[in-house]
């Protein structure tokens, strides 16, 4: 009976004891509580912020500049002051000229959230990048402003129907990587004898702002294949300069262009004996017809000095260019010639000399090509050019790891050849 009378005094003591600690636990929780500091913004959505500016506390307008407005006439709508605009257009002088506002570029305007609905910020955004602010507060401040642009790696893979447009158009490419990748091209591929058959890989970089592509980045690396043969074209950056360079290291660049105009046909071959479509007499055509509608920009295929700028007769309007000692060309039958074309004019490579016309002897508009090797006229088509300069020898360990990386990637993409359009 003693024993257990001891044993519940014992077990009613260590309860007494636990209560007590549990008592002291939650009086210091609850003084804690009572001293800790109060967090008033800890329910607080986050400000919401554009170009830079928290706009929660504004009434803010988004639109496009329509035809016919400028600033003054969009910001006299939002009551500021004509003498308010001309001092914001001196402020921009040297930043952004107001002059070049265009039509259907975006804009946001935040205004007071009151019934005058005054305008605080003015922001043009003069591309899907680049905007200007005008501040319009209590002090006028202008300044330029970029958005994120966020790139990401994508692959695009196709075999070629009727043309690279439309295989690009298939897989819902953009237009720009057909552009670029035929300017990569320019010195390697013959646009104007693609096959059906012939296929294509590219790995690209495509540029998105706020969720929305604005465009191409860089074509990082391609495999071009015409005839059954591969053509690599690897980008590479030597000296601060950027250029394409096949699995060799050798420049795809060449001293001469493939074609003076781009996404045409040939109609006339080089000949010793063509029927001439007006004169109806067989005579030497020595050169390459390629059919354009009238007003297609001509390039020069390479750099020169324009020797002579004239109407030539059943020529029409004639350009001739001496590229060096030994190469010249001529372009023949334009509308019109390119900006600041004249005899004596220094070209580069790629640059407009002039316009696809009808002038002279011609049944339709197309560009007479012609090549010259010393005097002599040679066929353009089967002219070699000599490439630009390869990847140097101390950098080609660098270059080859590109190569690696890249080859491997294209690689893995061309067996078999889809027509795809994906990331990476």
Request: hydrophobic content about 40%; aromatic content about 10%.
């Amino acid at each position: 009976m003693k024993i257990f009378t001891r044993k519940r005094i014992i077990e009613a003591a260590g309860i007494i004891v636990i209560a007590i600690l549990l008592l002291f636990a939650v009086d210091y929780y609850m003084s804690a509580l009572r001293k800790a500091p109060v967090n008033e913004n800890a329910y607080l959505p986050e400000p919401r912020v554009e170009y830079g500016i928290v706009v929660d506390s504004f009434y803010v307008v988004k639109d496009v500049v329509k035809a016919n407005e400028n600033l003054s006439s969009i910001l006299m709508n939002y009551n500021t002051p004509m003498g308010t605009i001309e001092q914001l257009v001196t402020k921009a002088a040297g930043l952004f000229d107001v002059r070049k506002i265009r039509a259907g570029n975006k804009y946001t305007l935040l205004c007071s959230n009151d019934n005058t609905r005054k305008a605080e910020y003015f922001i043009y955004e003069s591309s899907p990048t680049d905007y200007v602010v005008f501040e319009i507060g209590d002090s006028l401040h202008v300044h330029l402003g970029e958005k994120e642009v966020i790139v990401k790696t994508k692959t695009a893979s196709g075999t070629i129907s009727s043309s690279l447009w439309n295989a690009m158009a298939e897989i819902n490419a953009s237009p720009n990587l057909t552009i670029a990748l035929s300017e990569i091209y320019a010195w390697t591929v013959d646009f104007y004898a693609i096959q059906k058959g012939d296929n294509f890989t590219a790995i690209y970089e495509e540029l998105f702002v706020e969720g929305e592509s604005v465009g191409l980045g860089n074509i990082l690396s391609a495999r071009f294949n015409q005839g059954g043969k591969d053509n690599y074209a690897f980008r590479f950056v030597q000296d601060n300069n950027t250029d394409y360079f096949d699995e060799k290291g050798q420049s795809l660049r060449r001293a001469f262009l493939k074609a003076p105009l781009k996404f045409s046909r040939i109609s006339s071959r080089f000949s010793n004996s063509r029927l001439h479509p007006v004169l109806r007499i067989r005579r030497p055509h020595h050169g390459v017809d390629y059919a354009a509608p009238k007003g297609t920009p001509v390039h020069t295929i390479g750099s020169g000095t324009v020797t002579d700028v004239r109407y030539a007769g059943g020529a029409g309007r004639m350009v001739k260019i001496k590229h060096n000692s030994t190469y010249s060309t001529a372009y023949l039958h334009l509308s019109g010639y390119g900006p600041g074309i004249r005899s004596g004019a220094r070209v580069q490579q790629g640059q407009i000399i002039g316009y696809v016309g009808s002038s002279g002897l011609s049944t339709g508009p197309h560009l007479d090509f012609r090549f010259y090797k010393n005097g002599t006229p040679i066929d353009p088509l089967k002219v070699e050019s000599p490439p630009a300069l390869p990847v140097k020898k101390e950098l080609m360990d660098s270059f080859n790891q590109v190569k690696l990386v890249r080859g491997r990637q294209l690689d893995s993409l061309n067996m078999p050849v889809k027509q795809t359009i994906r990331p990476i």
